[in-house]
Antibody, heavy 121, light 113 residues
Framework: EVQLLESGGGLVQPGGSLRLSCAASGFTFSSYAMNWVRQSPGKGLEWVSSIIGGSSTTYYADAVQGRFTISRDSSKNTLYLQMNSLRADDTAVYYC??????????????WGQGTLVTVSS | DIVMTQSPESLAVSLGERATINCKSSQSVFSSPNNKSYLAWYQQKPGHPPKLLIHWASDRESGVPDRFSGIGSGTDFTLTISSLQAEDVAVYYCQQYYGTPLTFGGGTKVEVK
């Protein structure tokens, strides 16, 4: 059974940093594309970043490029999102998610429950 | 970026009646080599992550009731709930996975009339 469990969310001041983690199990983590998708309170879904399976290729939304870094530790089956220079509009529930096939260009079957990041002074 | 535009923003339908949601992409998400449209539909209920209902525009995920169907190709897509049930009350999103960035529609809220 595929499981994705996010952690690391919380309250942070504008300009601060936070690192999200996503512990994965039930599939070959190292070879799967992994995504971070966020949802601001009461708003829609917004893709944030992806890391391609079996490679170091990464993609970022323009809104986070240069501030966020996605990475993975395959020895720990864990996905990370390092978030720096946080702004109020980064406030959202952050979901870790992956397609059933593990391919980047696929619908996203598996989602974690999300972790809430609140950026406020 | 491929912009996904959903309509309507909200929809109230009587139980047992049909609900239809439209999604339009700003450019084609159809791939000729594999003859597939890179389009997914999700259902999201409050307090829960999205659930994938349909991918490749019309392929229903395992376990999804057959009252949910998707159709379309290129730039125009439709999700239909043939007979609305109370448990279908949710927000529905389309998403393209043809290009980067991955992009979602703004969502359609489906309620019972």
């Amino acid at each position: 059974e595929v499981q994705l469990l996010e952690s690391g969310g919380g309250l942070v001041q504008p300009g601060g940093s936070l690192r999200l983690s996503c512990a994965a199990s039930g599939f070959t983590f190292s070879s799967y594309a992994m995504n971070w998708v966020r949802q601001s309170p009461g708003k829609g879904l917004e893709w944030v970043s992806s890391i391609i399976g079996g490679s170091s290729t990464t993609y970022y939304a323009d809104a986070v490029q240069g501030r966020f870094t996605i990475s993975r530790d395959s020895s720990k089956n864990t996905l990370y999102l390092q978030m720096n220079s946080l702004r109020a509009d980064d406030t959202a529930v952050y979901y870790c998610a992956t397609p059933f096939s593990g391919n980047y260009h696929e619908g996203i079957d598996y989602w974690g429950q999300g972790t809430l990041v609140t950026v406020s002074s | 970026d491929i912009v996904m535009t959903q309509s309507p923003e909200s929809l109230a339908v009587s139980l047992g009646e049909r609900a239809t949601i439209n999604c339009k992409s700003s450019q084609s998400v159809f791939s000729s080599p594999n003859n597939k449209s890179y389009l997914a539909w999700y259902q999201q209920k409050p307090g829960h992550p999205p659930k994938l209902l349909i991918h490749w525009a019309s392929d229903r995920e395992s376990g999804v009731p057959d009252r949910f169907s998707g159709i379309g190709s290129g730039t125009d897509f439709t999700l239909t709930i043939s007979s609305l049930q109370a448990e279908d009350v949710a927000v529905y999103y389309c998403q393209q996975y043809y290009g980067t960035p991955l992009t979602f529609g703004g969502g359609t809220k489906v309620e019972v009339k």
